[in-house]
């Protein structure tokens, strides 16, 4: 077993989280290159943290030792959705996991497809009116607050408008909140933004429960029936079910997804043709752009990650889009190549760490993977696009969620309503 390279620092002198906050992929970049490792030891949130940036760190933390690398009890998340299948650890995580599973697969997921049509049909029928150039971010984010709050909550926009409207602004406050400095404060004129956070929160709790409590229809009704360990672990579910945190993730990926086939015409034509193909556009998407930049944490005891020594109460974290640009399994990898999962990379999916990876995966994955494809083969079907003006900024920001940090703005040119649908062609 080797010494992790990299240094720790002395405690808050030390500490790194600012500057990898800043720019967590140049971070990376930068100590991958001067330790030659995809593994190396620095200091987030004053605690001794590994960064693990290869697929074999990765595969051992989320899977192999998920039972040694433990979820941070004391985070964030923690303190304002309670414990949930996101947060807990052990045997708690396990059950919780189990009695949620069903609302996510099987007859469930079949039961949300007709929604997520309509859902798509009515946020992408209309875009680039007289060939206005769209801000797709926007666009795709309440496209994912529609599926949301319509498939969790019972809540739809064109049937509830105004109700609709408020639970979405108090996403909204919600999550800026949780974002900004954690300061829970309230003066004359003023409160500090996670003051607002736990306000709005408070109202949508309140909200959640009349619902849980009154609608016994779809997924509202399912969770309310579910043998669930807390009397309020069904309200906290579903408060972290409707968090802005899930529309902000979807449309992270169909911008990204946009921005990869935009002037691409040949592409789009065969990834509307052939469902295998756009499986491994999306894949790629995600492998470049991912999300989330990674996850986090603790080592439960002493333990190993790739050959090197990590001591118990050390913090880990995986940073996803280095992850995915490992040279060891991804050839070219910083290079567009969807062809690459049907081919060097085939069946190798589980390297990807988009949505967690393991037994703590996203509960949630496949019901993402059905709206993802869903949204793209209808843009795919009915429109061509392309970047408007055409050099744009497109420098990425990754924190909390990956977009470009100056919103891109396509141009949808729908195709002729007179000739055959591309879907139709040879």
Known sequence: MAKLPGNAGVPVLGDNTLEFYRGPVEFCRQRIHKHRSRVFLCRILNRPTALVC????????????????????TDLMTNVYGDTV??????????LRLSL????????????????????????????????????????????????????????????????????????????GLISAPVNMKVPLWSSGLSIALEARDKLMDIVKDKLAHDSKGFVGSLASLPLPESSSASQHLLLFISALIPKALASVLTSFTLALSGKEQMRQRAMEDPQYL????????RLWPPFIGGRRLADQDS???????????????????????????????????????????????????????????????????????????????????????????????????????????????????????????
């Open 279 to 286: 499986h491994g556009v999306l894949l790629e998407v995600q």
């Open 304 to 426: 190993t990650l790739a050959g090197f020594r990590i001591p118990k109460d050390y913090g880990v974290v995986y940073i996803s889009h280095a992850v995915h640009r490992d040279p060891d399994v991804f050839q070219q990898p910083d290079s567009f190549l969807p062809e690459r999962w049907s081919e060097g990379n085939a069946g190798q999916e589980h390297f990807l760490c988009s949505f967690g990876g393991g037994p703590r995966n996203c509960i949630g994955v496949k019901l993402t993977e059905s709206f993802l494809k869903e949204a793209c083969m209808y843009l795919l079907k009915h429109y061509d696009w392309d970047l408007n003006p055409p050099s744009q900024d497109l420098e990425y920001k990754w924190l909390p969620v990956s977009r470009p940090a100056v919103h891109p703005t396509i141009s949808f040119t729908p195709l002729h309503p007179t000739t055959p649908d591309r879907s139709d062609a040879s």
């Open 101 to 176: 599973t069903s609302l996510f697969t099987g007859c469930c997921l079949e039961s949300s497809q007709d929604y997520i049509t309509s859902v798509c049909e009515r946020c992408l029928k209309d875009l680039s009116p007289s060939g206005k150039p769209e801000h797709v971010y926007s666009i795709f984010k309440h496209l994912g607050s529609e599926l949301v709050l319509g498939l969790f909550l019972n809540v739809r926009a064109d049937e509830q408008p105004e109700l609709y409207q408020e639970i979405e602004q108090l996403c909204t406050q919600h999550w800026h």
């Open 86 to 95: 996101v947060t807990t650890n052990g045997e708690e995580a396990c059950l």
């Open 54 to 73: 290869s697929v074999k760190g990765m595969k051992e933390l989320l899977c192999e030792k998920s039972n040694v690398f433990l979820k941070d009890p």
